[in-house]
């Protein structure tokens, strides 16, 4: 099990960090503002459309597609990273987006693809691994040795297909950290979102957001979750899972949030008239949420598990009480782009109800739970004495007169006092 965090451990672990603030004051609800299609739609220009929505809904950050110029439309090859025209559109229209955004007081969070890079030109052995001809040249030594360059042997997992950058590398490290400070200081992204943070250790994602202070990070370490031979039902215990999550935090330096993929492997199979799976054997929520909440970015969907690529999908008819309980709950909650805009008004509206709520009622990250049912058919919570849930299909109220109805909806309700 290595070390679980506690909530006594959350306290003390989640005070603001020197470089800056990187975990802001828990109050951050995220917007994932794209999905696998958007490079297809002139989206810097269709965002910049939405900002006023996106500010007054309440949402402090707005996760952007990654911006570079990429040999994928949807930017996860990247190549010359100071060239920021790309399929979502020109480096003046994101310029503008960005400054609309700051004009609105929603921080923009840069998507930073820097586990692998494509080469411009052909090196050792032949490989397109050295990178003649564009800003940062390296040679073929900035890419791993198992993935066809001169440095050294990658000490994460392996992004296939091509050259993944060497991190160890000190020439590398400060070009990279120079290019973050570009992102940062020149262009106006304040928070960074690390794509594939499996493929290097996370020392560097230390050094890296030391070096170039945004606001807040937040890591994607995507593993698979427990599942049992021979129909691979999801094991009840995901203890092993988050705490794989939980050891990458640690080791940025506790600097970086990490995506809460434990609860929403958990929470996707729960809403199936399963909602006993989300009150561990400690009365706990059996997610990141549950044992280091102030570093726990939750989420129901994303780009690579629902959209048009399918990967892991939430069941998208109990969507709804996905949302109602990350953004009840303590953790850092994001809302996906196509729930919010694409999905209608009673969607956006049910959403933003809920977005209210936990402001007004001052949910944060580090908020107490007490979970009061978690049975097939109904889960119940009550969240800092302020808030109290219930989804499934199982009827529920607290108990006391001092508890109003503040929203519901199809399987779910809110009170709050």
Not at 55 to 76: D, R, V
Not at 235 to 251: E, F, M, P, T, V
Not at 340 to 361: A, E, P, T
Not at 406 to 412: F, L
Request: glycine share 10%; aromatic share 12%.
């Amino acid at each position: 099990m290595g070390y679980v965090r506690t909530a006594v451990d959350d306290t003390r672990q989640g005070k603001e960090c020197s470089n800056g603030g990187a975990i802001q004051n828990g109050r951050e609800i995220l917007l994932q503002a794209f999905n696998w299609e958007s490079h297809k739609h002139d989206w810097w220009h269709n965002l910049e459309r939405k900002v006023g929505d996106i500010a007054k809904s309440g949402f402090t950050s707005a996760w952007l597609p990654p911006a570079t110029n990429s040999l994928s439309k949807e930017g996860y090859l990247p190549q010359n990273l100071y060239c920021l025209d790309s399929s979502y559109g020109s480096h003046d229209r994101l310029i503008s987006l960005l400054q609309k955004m700051h004009q609105h007081k929603v921080r923009a969070m840069a998507d930073i693809v820097i586990n692998h890079r494509v080469g411009t030109t052909r090196g050792h052995g032949g490989a397109y691994n050295r990178y003649d001809g564009i800003p940062m040249p390296w040679d073929e030594r900035a890419v791993t040795s198992c993935s066809g360059g001169l440095g050294s042997r990658s000490n994460g997992e392996n992004f296939h297909g091509v050259p993944n950058i060497d991190h160890s590398q000190a020439f590398v490290r400060k070009d990279i950290i120079g290019w973050l400070k570009w992102l940062r200081k020149t262009i106006g992204f304040q928070d960074f979102r690390f794509d594939f943070a499996k493929g290097y250790d996370p020392k560097f994602v230390k050094e890296y957001v030391e070096e170039s202070k945004p606001v807040f990070s937040v890591g994607e370490y995507w593993d698979s979750c427990n599942y049992a031979a021979p129909d691979y039902r999801l094991d009840y215990n995901q203890d092993s899972h988050r705490q794989r999550i939980i050891n990458w935090i640690d080791k940025t330096g506790q600097v970086s949030a990490a995506f809460d993929f434990t609860t929403k492997g958990i929470l996707q199979e729960a809403v199936k008239g399963q909602l006993w799976r989300l009150r561990d054997s400690q009365g706990k929520p059996p997610g990141v949420i549950g044992w280091w909440p102030s570093r726990a970015v939750t989420f129901i969907e994303n780009h690579d598990t629902g959209s048009t690529q399918g990967h892991w999908p939430f069941p998208s008819d109990h969507v709804m009480e996905g949302y109602v309980y990350i953004l009840t709950h303590p953790g850092i909650p994001t809302v996906f782009y196509d729930h919010f805009f694409d999905w209608g008004n009673s969607y956006h509206n049910q959403i933003v109800k809920l977005m209210d709520i936990r402001c007004h009622q001052d949910i944060h990250s580090r908020s107490k739970i007490k979970i009061l049912e978690a049975r097939s058919d109904l889960y119940a919570a009550n969240i800092d004495d302020k808030v109290c849930m219930k989804i499934g299909d199982g009827s529920w109220c607290p108990s006391g007169r001092e508890w109003t109805l503040a929203t519901s909806g199809n399987k779910y309700a809110v009170w709050q006092k």
